[in-house]
């Protein structure tokens, strides 16, 4: 009987399931493994072939974890909301819940057809109430919450009421919006409302003022990921930014602790630098520059205060509160023009390295306050109202950008005289700078013969003890926008009372997401929410029409797959205790400013509260790199339905068309299942070469509008899934992005086919045997052993894969059918081809799960050579091989080879002047 692959895995599959062979329950016996893959989004495209590859190498390394006697958690469940399924709903009326069904329904069958060990038990989908409650519940907490900078961490508000009540802002050190100041008199005389406007300022999610992204036509906020050069990326509809009162969470709070959380984890120093980048600690000073002829004062960050001098200009970001302020009536008109320009570029593409430099001034001037020089205010889109203050003093010769908009608009630039061999973009010790327009000295040697360092000491001195601003440390990082005006989203348990947020109770949550007419905005512009019918708490009072964004599902879901079924609590003390923190996460790049920082952020304030047992909830982090397409092109004669073959094209004027790769084989057309591909092509002709036509070849990303997106169902049903595991970890380098190419399939579906031959012949009779192993196939299985063990352990899967082809020929040329060697083999290779090795375990006699086996112990005494093979060079000319006993001495070998007959004959008539033996290595006969 042949290997027959469809009727094994399909067998197999059936019953992992009725045996619930991946479930997995709290063991305090065995150490627990958490394995975790990304939290899929299921779209209606279902996977294509580059989507499992992160998920085979999790398998694998779950499955191998599990055989050294780990109790693995491997989960599986669904990111279910997302604006796609919300539009389709908008476009066709169907609610997204069966949309968002439909597409589970499919990723689920394709998940299971290739064989993953996922306990489907712990299932979770963040459309599900069951699971968004804890959502809700988290979001509760935060708003309840304020980040005490003292204690260094989330403290109830309750407590800062207290002390607010007791001694007013004296004393307080906490994270919030806008510093406050106010004695407990004051807070006490205080309304209700003035009361909670206050405690917004400090809360962990609060309400506020922002910028955001706005999409007039999708009608909700976007991310800044779902926005492209003043476009949103799905629909491609104008964005534009506006100010809109939005909820958001104050991850900001948490910024030195998620970037000393990045020194305690096993991520790539790539990754982390990225992180460290997006939340871009940096330390300076505040320093205060009043307004001409006004009582304002505009305060600015500045990382280098020593160049307090060179300020030429002052720039304010677009949305800064003191525009209006600022702008004089004369610039009223040109200061309006701007604001309209950049409300279409997001923040992200502002801060772009390669921008038009654009500009406005504002008619007023600021004092420098070292020295009283007036500068003019200008309005820049460089300049962002989120990072520092929304201000910046412009220093054009120590900052490109700066440098840029004052040549663009005909500002001073100094020249900063320097000391030889020094730089003017960063003077390592300080003299007298001039003015190159006016000639002025702009340092007046206050900072003469100081290095950098010591300058910005001295002015960040200066400054403080001048009252002039103050010493502070500062972050790129922004608070997260929690808002967006969507249906299909965890609606947020939030209520108003004159205007005013509170939160529901907890035994109100979950707050179900309601039944609507349309998925639309209302005629008013209010959110979709808006048009649900008695949207209101049982007192009457209106709830919050907003949804949270996709990633507040995602952000603890780690910590419900440990406990997915209580209903008490988003994970119970026993079972985070028992799981703690996931100790392999895999998935893509494209997650690590967004998804992986508020996780951490989420997972920190969950420690502060002692709800979780770790401060950081991923220990390693692997990117699995893509898998791109490998695009087929026809040729077209143009004006004609005649196609010719690749290696023909040069002789005629023909256009490249990208054709269905599911209808290619090896670069060859299939020319019938062309013409019934498009009814154009149905009396195409075709220029052939060598009775075939061949196509030409591309690596693209896998994309339905260029073809070349390869169904893993497709993969499966021809070879198996054991076969499509096996070649995506063939590919190449987990981490490495690399093409897709069924050119080399068949070689790992041959593999799997002498991995049978070993075990049955060809009626499908075993054939294995319990004589006694030779020396010769020990070395084979622990040479393997060795080269697998290592190689899992270092996520070096292709490598592994190329080791059991050597094994397997090695072992078929030994004509091997010893159960000493095969059994183990079958361990061994069981993470990666699951079903195979379970039918061959089974048919070798066990009754148990192949999963349970004991991993096979590596032993080094079977890879120690017994003789060893010497090139024999005569004056550095090798002329034949010796094999000598492995335990001679070099003496012993000496002696060896000058009674051989071939060194007879190759020194006959000669002298031998010498012998040198490289033990293990190497002789070299020097003759005369």
């Known amino acids: 009987m042949d290997y027959d692959f469809r009727k094994i895995e399909k067998k197999w599959q059936q019953n992992w399931i009725e045996n619930k062979t991946y479930k997995v329950d709290i063991d305090l016996s065995r150490p627990k493994f958490y394995v975790l893959d990304m939290f899929p989004y299921p779209s209606g495209a279902g996977l294509h072939v580059g989507h499992p590859l992160g998920y085979i190498a999790s398998d694998i390394y779950s499955r191998y974890k599990r055989l050294n006697g780990f109790n693995v958690l491997h989960p599986m469940g669904y990111d279910a909301y997302g604006l796609p399924a919300e539009q389709y709903a908008i476009q066709t009326g169907q609610h997204p819940a069966v949309t968002t069904e439909q597409n589970i329904k499919r990723y689920r069958e394709q998940l299971d057809k290739i064989g993953f060990s996922y306990d489907w038990d712990r299932q979770v989908r963040t459309c599900e109430p069951e699971y968004y409650h804890w959502t809700q519940w988290a979001f509760k907490k935060m708003f309840e919450h304020y980040y005490d900078n003292d204690a260094d961490k989330a403290l109830p508000i309750s407590q800062l009421v207290e002390r607010f009540e007791k001694q007013g802002t004296v004393g307080l050190n906490a994270a919030q919006t806008k510093e406050l100041s106010f004695s407990a008199q004051e807070w006490n005389n205080m309304s209700t409302n003035e009361q909670q406007e206050v405690l917004l300022n400090y809360r962990l999610a609060y309400l506020a003022d922002t910028v955001v992204n706005w999409c007039p036509a999708l009608g909700t906020v976007l991310a800044n990921d779902e926005v492209k050069d003043g476009f949103s990326v799905r629909g491609g509809h104008p964005v534009e930014q506006k100010l809109m009162r939005q909820w958001l969470l104050r991850i900001t709070a948490y910024s030195e602790r998620l970037l000393k959380g990045l020194d305690t984890v096993d991520w790539t120093d790539s990754l982390k630098e990225i992180q460290r980048n997006w939340i871009g600690r940096s330390e300076g000073a505040e320093v205060l520059f009043p307004v001409k002829d006004s009582e304002l004062k505009l305060n600015i960050f500045t990382t280098r205060p020593d160049t307090i001098f060179g300020v030429t200009f002052m720039v304010l970001a677009p949305e800064s509160e003191l525009v209006p302020l600022l702008t004089s009536a004369e610039q009223k008109q040109a200061v309006e023009d701007y604001l309209e320009l950049v409300k279409k570029r997001t923040e992200r593409e502002r801060q772009a390295e390669v921008r038009k430099v654009t500009g406005v001034f504002t008619g007023s001037y600021a004092i420098n306050p070292l020295s009283n020089e007036v500068i003019p205010i200008w309005i820049s889109d460089y300049v962002l109202a989120g990072y520092g203050t929304g201000a910046i003093m412009a220093v054009p010769a120590h900052d490109s950008r700066d440098f840029a908009f004052a040549r663009t608009f005909?500002?001073?630039?100094?020249?900063?005289?320097?000391?030889?061999?020094?730089?003017?973009?960063?003077?390592?010790?300080?003299?007298?700078?001039?003015?190159?327009?006016?000639?002025?000295?702009?340092?007046?040697?206050?900072?003469?013969?100081?290095?950098?360092?010591?300058?910005?000491?001295?002015?960040?001195?200066?400054?403080?003890?001048?009252?002039?601003?103050?010493?502070?440390?500062?972050?790129?990082?922004?608070?997260?926008?929690?808002?967006?005006?969507?249906?299909?989203?965890?609606?947020?348990?939030?209520?108003?009372?004159?205007?005013?947020?509170?939160?529901?109770?907890?035994?109100?949550?979950?707050?179900?997401?309601?039944?609507?007419?349309?998925?639309?905005?209302?005629?008013?512009?209010?959110?979709?929410?808006?048009?649900?019918?008695?949207?209101?708490?049982?007192?009457?009072?209106?709830?919050?029409?907003?949804?949270?964004?996709?990633?507040?599902?995602?952000?603890?879901?780690?910590?419900?797959?440990?406990?997915?079924?209580?209903?008490?609590?988003?994970?119970?003390?026993?079972?985070?205790?028992?799981?703690?923190?996931?100790?392999?996460?895999?998935?893509?790049?494209?997650?690590?400013?967004?998804?992986?920082?508020?996780?951490?952020?989420?997972?920190?304030?969950?420690?502060?509260?002692?709800?979780?047992?770790?401060?950081?909830?991923?220990?390693?982090?692997?990117?699995?790199?893509?898998?791109?397409?490998?695009?087929?092109?026809?040729?077209?004669?143009?004006?004609?339905?005649?196609?010719?073959?690749?290696?023909?094209?040069?002789?005629?004027?023909?256009?490249?068309?990208?054709?269905?790769?599911?209808?290619?084989?090896?670069?060859?057309?299939?020319?019938?299942?062309f013409k019934a591909w498009n009814p154009e092509y149905a009396n195409a002709e075709f220029i052939l070469e060598d009775d075939k036509y061949v196509c030409g070849w591309a690596i693209e990303k896998m994309s339905k509008s260029m073809f070349n997106v390869v169904n893993?169902?497709?993969?499966?049903?021809?070879?198996?899934?054991?076969?499509?595991?096996?070649?995506?970890?063939?590919?190449?380098?987990?981490?490495?992005?690399?093409?897709?190419?069924?050119?080399?399939?068949?070689?790992?579906?041959?593999?799997?086919?002498?991995?049978?031959?070993?075990?049955?012949?060809?009626?499908?009779?075993?054939?294995?045997?319990?004589?006694?192993?030779?020396?010769?196939?020990?070395?084979?299985?622990?040479?393997?052993?060795?080269?697998?063990?290592?190689?899992?352990?270092?996520?070096?899967?292709?490598?592994?894969?190329?080791?059991?082809?050597?094994c397997v020929n090695d072992l078929t040329a030994l004509k091997c059918n010893k159960r000493e060697i095969l059994e183990p083999l079958t361990i061994l290779l069981a993470p990666f081809a699951p079903h195979i090795c379970e039918e061959i375990w089974h048919a070798l006699g066990h009754n148990q799960t192949v999963c349970d086996a004991p991993w096979p112990q590596f032993n080094a005494d079977y890879l120690v050579e017994s003789t060893v093979v010497y090139p024999v060079s005569f004056n550095g000319k090798v002329r034949f091989k010796l094999e000598a006993p492995a335990s001679l001495n070099p003496a012993d070998v000496e002696k060896l080879v000058l009674k051989e007959e071939q060194t007879q004959k190759w020194t006959e008539g000669k002298e031998v002047k010498k012998v040198i033996v490289v033990p293990g290595k190497i002789i070299n006969i020097v003759v005369a």
């Open 712 to 806: 893993p169902d497709t993969i499966v049903e021809e070879y198996g899934a054991d076969t499509l595991r096996l070649y995506e970890m063939f590919l190449g380098p987990l981490e490495q992005s690399k093409p897709w190419d069924t050119n080399g399939i068949d070689g790992v579906h041959k593999l799997l086919r002498k991995v049978w031959k070993l075990f049955f012949d060809r009626d499908g009779k075993l054939i294995v045997t319990d004589e006694k192993a030779t020396a010769d196939e020990l070395k084979v299985l622990h040479r393997t052993i060795r080269k697998i063990s290592e190689d899992i352990e270092r996520f070096s899967f292709n490598t592994a894969v190329s080791a059991f082809m050597i």
């Open 410 to 673: 005909g500002l001073p630039i100094p020249q900063v005289v320097v000391l030889p061999g020094q730089e003017a973009s960063d003077t390592s010790t300080w003299t007298d700078s001039f003015d190159s327009k006016e000639g002025t000295m702009i340092n007046s040697g206050f900072l003469n013969g100081l290095s950098v360092a010591q300058a910005i000491e001295k002015i960040k001195k200066h400054i403080e003890d001048n009252g002039l601003g103050r010493v502070k440390v500062n972050y790129r990082l922004r608070d997260a926008i929690f808002s967006r005006q969507r249906y299909w989203g965890e609606p947020f348990p939030v209520y108003f009372k004159d205007n005013m947020p509170y939160v529901l109770n907890e035994d109100e949550l979950p707050l179900e997401l309601p039944e609507i007419d349309k998925y639309l905005p209302t005629e008013k512009g209010e959110p979709p929410l808006a048009r649900a019918k008695n949207w209101k708490t049982k007192e009457g009072y209106p709830l919050e029409v907003n949804t949270m964004p996709g990633f507040a599902g995602s952000s603890a879901y780690y910590l419900r797959y440990m406990d997915p079924r209580n209903r008490k609590a988003l994970v119970s003390k026993e079972a985070n205790e028992y799981w703690q923190d996931v100790d392999l996460y895999i998935g893509g790049t494209e997650h690590a400013t967004g998804h992986l920082l508020y996780s951490r952020f989420w997972n920190k304030f969950l420690y502060d509260l002692g709800y979780v047992c770790k401060d950081e909830p991923f220990k390693k982090l692997v990117n699995q790199g893509m898998i791109q397409g490998r695009s087929n092109f026809v040729y077209r004669i143009k004006g004609t339905n005649t196609f010719v073959s690749y290696n023909l094209k040069d002789k005629y004027d023909t256009m490249e068309i990208h054709v269905d790769v599911n209808m290619v084989r090896n670069d060859i057309l299939d020319i019938q299942a």
